[in-house]
């Protein structure tokens, strides 16, 4: 299968500083790709949508000034979380989808905690 | 909006038994729905996708069925093995905005015994 990598896969920062997540899919093109969030033992929640060159799709409830993407290649999205907070700390993943009716890849997830 | 359920109990079965998982949903039927499996601490895996007019899928020791009547999905694993012990997320696909737009289930934690 395809394979999706993300960096950092951990990181632990300070309360109010920016934290730039990276997505890459390293063997094909993805015109879509997804971000994640999710809790313990809480299912996936879908957080964006983006797509290359233009600008991403947030569910309700997330802050796009605070989860800042750019996709500006079809081989990379950057998930920028600016001035986090501990209650930003979470899992978050990233998935890449080549199209519509095609399955998601999934990163293996960057563990972010706030301090 | 669709909501997608999944038992939130575990699943305990012996080593050798087909484990049964189940995902319903409400709504609309999805355009598709797709099984993965998660491991602690990982990004999901994806195992199988089936159509809305298709009613199985096979893979190996992996089966999914897809009935859009009762609204319900089964994943099955045959002759378990300790190894399959996992997550399990069952994921809908929804057309809207001009794409097709994913949900997860909750997921159902399968553990199977030696």
């Known amino acids: 299968g395809a394979v999706v990598s993300q960096h950092p896969s951990w990181v632990i920062c300070k309360s109010g500083t920016s934290v730039k997540i990276e997505c890459r899919s390293l063997d094909f093109q993805a015109t879509t790709m997804f971000w994640y969030r999710q809790f313990p033992k809480q299912s996936l929640m879908l957080m964006a949508t983006s797509n290359e060159g233009s600008k991403a799709t947030y569910e309700q409830g997330v802050e796009k000034d605070k989860f800042l993407i750019n996709h500006a290649s079809l081989t990379l999205s950057t998930l920028t979380v600016t001035s986090a907070h501990p209650e930003d700390s979470s899992f978050y993943i990233c998935?890449?989808?080549?199209?519509?009716?095609?399955?998601?890849?999934f990163g293996p997830g960057t563990r972010l905690l706030v301090l | 909006s669709q909501k997608i359920e999944q038992n939130s109990e575990a699943l305990n079965i012996q080593e050798g038994k087909t484990a049964t998982l189940t995902c319903n949903y409400t709504?609309?039927?999805?355009?598709?729905l797709q099984w993965y499996r998660q491991d602690p601490g990982r990004g999901p895996v994806f195992l199988l996708l089936?159509?809305?007019?298709?009613k199985e899928k096979r893979k190996e020791r992996l089966k999914v069925t897809f009935d859009t009547t009762l609204k319900q999905s089964l994943f099955h694993i045959t002759a378990s093995q300790p190894a399959d012990s996992a997550t399990y997320l069952c994921a809908l696909d929804m057309y809207g905005g001009g794409s097709y737009i994913p949900t997860f289930g909750r997921g159902t934690s399968l553990i199977v015994h030696p």
């Open positions: 089936i159509r809305e007019n298709e």
């Open positions: 998935s890449a989808r080549l199209r519509d009716g095609e399955t998601q890849y």
């Open positions: 709504n609309y039927s999805p355009a598709y």
